[in-house]
């Protein structure tokens, strides 16, 4: 069950490209620019602070997130779909099986003082691990807009 994805859940990571998204998720969590929720996302999109949207392409039903990539779209976010909602859970830090997972801009984090913003040195190190399947499903989702 947990193996059949929606073909709806477009564009879809390979395993190579999920595996670093995860680890991109992960360093997100412990710099506290990550939110989790398609509640949640919807509010960040509307209001200009989302970086990146994930979601898990084996969400039942999967209706509950189709209304994200045309948000995504319209204000030029790129987004992805994962295999598996436990597997994002457990890059967000939790036990549950989570549906959808985002990275989030500086803006509002950097009024938490305590908080470490996902600053240029991590995103540089970043962009020179991913390969060139990263980049052009970004190039893809961002000529589709």
Known sequence: MA?????????LADPQLTT?????????????????GANEATKTLNRGLSEFIVMAADTEPI?????LPLLCEDKNVPYV???SKQALGRACGVSRPMLLAQ???TKEV?????SHPFNKKLKDSWFKSTNFTFLSIFFIISIKS
């Open 81 to 83: 779909f994962v295999r």
């Open 110 to 114: 950097n009024s938490n003082p305590k």
């Open 103 to 105: 990275l989030q801009s």
């Open 63 to 67: 209706e509950i997130l189709l209304h």
């Open 3 to 11: 193996d059949e994805v929606n073909p709806k859940a477009f564009p």
């Open 20 to 36: 670093k998204i995860m680890n991109l998720i992960q360093q997100s969590l412990h710099y506290n620019q990550l939110r989790k």
